[in-house]
């Protein structure tokens, strides 16, 4: 891999370097071209939380078919990680348990693209309701693999580390208090 290119330098430029939320599309572009090309999401989140974009409807259609893109291309990426992880890790437990770790990490910064604050709210619904049903049709596919493991790891596993991301919904919306998952109970003894 030669040197980065002029091109290269002016997309980080846009994004990473200034360390300015995005005020216009072509911004917003260079941002998602940065995460697009493997610049950690939770460097660039704060920034396109911060964000701003003027919601006219010729922009407003270029954007959300740019980081619907993006978002798809995130999550092909990590269904083709999780299936090369799985056939690397040859009933490895631990191996299983990392590659389910970083599958939900992935839908969780695709969640956190799809909850941007300058998506208008049906807009935003739609594309974060595209990355839950991506997420419950991963962890079906990989429950329906569990059911072939004879040992009975690889189901606990994927029941123990799901996809889903109902617990993180349910934070946002403030349902759980952070740091207890729902179904979960604490109970204090003095």
Request: negative net charge; glycine residues 6%.
């Amino acid at each position: 891999m030669g040197p980065p290119s002029a091109g290269d330098q002016h997309q980080k430029e846009g994004c990473m370097i200034r360390k300015v939320p995005p005020r216009t599309y072509f911004e917003w572009v260079q941002c998602f071209e940065a995460i697009d090309h493997n610049e950690e999401i939770e460097t660039v989140m704060p920034l396109l939380q911060e964000g701003e974009l003027e919601w006219t409807s010729g922009v407003a259609e270029r954007f959300t078919t740019r980081l619907c893109d993006l978002i798809d291309r995130k999550l092909k990426h990590t269904a083709d990680q999780v299936q090369i992880s799985f056939e690397r890790a040859s009933g490895n437990e631990l191996a299983i348990a990392h590659a389910l770790l970083d599958a939900k990490k992935a839908y969780r910064q695709a969640y956190s693209l799809a909850s941007l604050s300058v998506l208008p709210e049906p807009t935003k619904a739609s594309v974060q309701d595209l990355v839950l049903q991506s997420a419950r049709t991963m962890q079906a596919s990989l429950e329906e693999s569990a059911r072939r493991d004879r040992t009975g790891h690889m189901a606990r596993l994927v029941h123990d580390i799901p996809l889903t991301l109902e617990d993180m919904i349910d934070l946002q919306i403030g349902k759980h208090p952070e740091g207890i998952r729902p179904g979960r109970k604490v109970i204090y003894h003095e």
